[in-house]
């Protein structure tokens, strides 16, 4: 049994990031759940951290895991994904281990029948904790082959058999959602998903199996279940006999923007640390002397580079985050698309970002728990996990394969959802309500992120051509949107170029050729640019500092880098600009495009921060008939 969290200890904030950031930011004190020192010795223990968690039950945290209609707060992804990515910033097995809870619910949410939904949101919202055993030891993320089987009891429900293994939150857990083979023959309509109850069970129904040892975060339960007949009654089943499938893949269009959203603040965790280390000691790794601060590592010309370079890839990736998660509600049929792109890209780039900065930190990255600098080698492995979950890079770039047909046609027919781009490219406006049954398992009209390109370079031409001087005045003046037009016009031609060649694919469903996962790779970073632009289309072209645009810059900057175009040496400099951002950022906050200027509450710098009466609209092309 769970305690209830007390009212007055749930948030009341307007704005429950900036109340859950203060309240963590008070919990990392000496001797508080979220001290650092204690973190990182239940990590070198293989402890769970349970007081973290428990701080984050008393904050209010489990309300936002459930949806406002079944008795919870969440009516906007984007606030789940922030308040994730605020306690990734801290400590990424906190984050895994409480988060899982929502990870577990959501097949409950995409099945939306009410009475179950809204008694499995009382048991989240009184702090009860919720698994999700989907693989199983031999046969991993091919859930088609799972042997767990569930089969009608004689008397009513269901028996339940077989071991689950390798499950975060298994063993602690008071209530699973477990995929199990109902019919024989296996197939799409041959598994069903339960909501299982442990007190339910009877004794010796079940049995934990041992925690397994991993890399990354060390103290999370990652271990396994095995059920042995357990009895469950009728209304253990979530959804209908033979949708256990469609249900999981819908509910991972949704739990892969929380993976996204770890991996981002642990991206912002990662690149404070080293950025802190390098303003603070020399090249060789002294620290500082007082009055050396012109002869900081950071001010090294390559280190300043590599410091731009990782800001602006942690950059695109949080555009990324930020339009799939938006996307959530506004291209929700959509989703099979876009949230294989943010499960393969934004942990991947994230991991990207982080092995630059351990590069540049060398054995300084490397160290133990017990030495000042020793969370950079924890963040490092703890991150290392994020590209596994829910379907790794692989996997999720082979669903993106399977569509490239869909894809390229509606991106050569113009197929844009106009409105809905609009809104999941405008992350201050309140959303539009979730409605599961929109949620598809494919996309029958491709992806109107990337299929949008060409209307927004469009409207970037036009605003340039509204300048005073016509945008062809010789050298460029200051803030002309030349630099950013000519950038963006390379990134839609790499983007035409990309989808001739994805049109072009062809290979049967267990033999995909290795060029098609290049070209899925390269797409990635094609829709990670085209949100960035989207992004700066629809909100205030301000900057930090005397750079304005240098984010989007950086950004187009980056991408058109990753994917072989050609860049100048003059361009580049624009990841030094960003560099000089990260210089003058105060100690302890975050570049971010979303968060608000560092305050007592919300400690992070946006590089253009988003104002929503500052909004512009964006030109977009109709959808075409088909």
């Known amino acids: 049994m769970t305690a209830a969290v007390p009212p007055a200890q749930r948030p009341t904030d307007p704005d429950p990031v900036a109340q859950l950031t203060r309240q963590l930011r008070e ?95 009382r048991r989240i919202t009184a702090a009860e904790v919720v698994s999700c055993a989907l693989t199983e030891r031999h046969h991993g993320s091919d859930l088609l082959a799972g042997e767990v089987a569930a089969r009608p009891a004689p008397d009513g429900g269901w028996l339940l058999d077989g071991e689950k293994w390798l499950i975060n939150n298994v063993t602690r ?43 990354g975060i060390r103290g999370a339960d990652i271990s396994g279940i095995a059920f042995h007949r357990a009895l469950l009654p009728a209304d253990a089943l979530i959804g209908a006999p033979g949708q256990g499938v469609e249900i999981i893949v819908k509910a991972l269009h949704i739990t892969r923007t929380c993976c996204a959203a770890m991996s981002l603040g642990a991206g912002d965790h990662a690149l404070r640390l080293a950025f802190d280390f390098a303003a603070a000691h020399r090249a060789g790794g002294a620290p500082l002397a007082p009055g050396e601060r012109d002869t900081a590592l950071a001010r090294q010309p390559h280190v300043r580079r590599e410091l731009g370079e990782a800001a602006a890839g942690l950059l695109l990736a949080e555009a990324t985050g930020l339009v799939v998660v938006r996307s959530l509600h506004a291209l929700t049929g959509e ?21 630059r900065l351990l590069y540049l930190l060398g054995p300084h990255g490397l160290l133990g728990a017990g030495d000042p600098h020793g969370q950079f080698a924890k963040a490092e492995r ?54 599961p049954a929109s949620l598809s398992l494919l996309s029958t009209g491709g992806c109107s992120v990337v299929a949008g390109l060409p209307g927004a370079v469009a409207d970037l031409r036009e605003r340039a051509a509204r300048e005073p001087d016509g945008g062809t005045t ?36 267990r033999a995909v050729p290795t060029e098609a ?99 512009e609209p964006v030109g977009s092309r109709k959808a075409e008939a088909s």
């Open 474 to 509: 010789a050298p460029v003046p200051p803030h002309s949107l030349l630099p950013v037009l000519s950038l963006a016009e390379r990134l839609l031609d790499a983007t035409d170029r990309l989808h001739e060649a994805m049109a072009v694919v062809r290979f049967t469903p």
């Open 27 to 121: 919990l990392t004190a000496p001797g508080r759940p979220f001290d650092a020192a204690a973190l990182a010795a239940l990590d070198e223990a293989d402890a769970f951290p349970a007081d973290a968690c428990r701080a984050l039950d008393e904050a209010g945290l489990p309300r936002y895991y459930v949806p406002a209609e079944h008795g919870g707060a969440l009516d906007d992804f984007g606030v789940v994904m922030r308040l994730l990515r605020a306690v990734s910033r801290i400590d990424l097995t906190v984050a895994a281990a409480h988060g899982k809870t929502y990870l577990g619910a959501v097949p409950t949410w995409i099945a939306d029948v009410a009475e179950p939904a809204r008694r499995l949101g």
């Open 517 to 615: 996962f290049d070209l899925a790779e390269r797409y990635e970073l094609c829709f990670a640019a085209s949100g960035a632009l989207h992004l700066w289309l629809r909100g205030t072209r301000a900057g930090v500092g005397a750079v304005p645009d240098a984010w989007l810059r950086g950004c187009l900057v980056k991408a058109l880098t990753d994917l072989g175009e050609p860049v100048e040496d003059a361009e580049a400099e624009v990841l030094d600009d960003l560099a000089d951002e990260l210089l003058a950022c105060p100690p302890g906050t975050f570049l971010s495009l979303l968060d608000q200027p560092g305050t007592p509450d919300t400690p992070s710098t946006p590089v253009a921060p988003v104002a929503p009466d500052h909004r």
């Open 173 to 215: 857990a008071g209530l699973v959602t477990v995929l199990a083979r109902t019919d024989d023959a296996g197939g799409p309509r041959g598994f069903s998903l339960f909501l299982v109850d442990k007190a339910r069970l009877a004794p010796g129904a079940h049995t934990a199996l041992p925690k397994v040892p991993t890399y």
């Open 382 to 435: 703890d991150h290392r996990i994020i590209g596994i979950f829910d379907g790794s890079s692989l996997v999720n770039r082979n669903a993106l394969i399977e569509q490239f047909p869909r894809i390229a046609r509606g991106y050569r027919k113009g197929r844009v959802d106009a409105d809905g781009l609009a809104e999941a490219a405008a992350p201050h406006t309140p959303p539009r309500p979730f409605r």
């Open 335 to 355: 989703m099979s698309v876009i949230s294989a792109v943010a499960k393969a890209y934004v942990p991947a780039q994230t991991d990207a970002v982080i092995a």
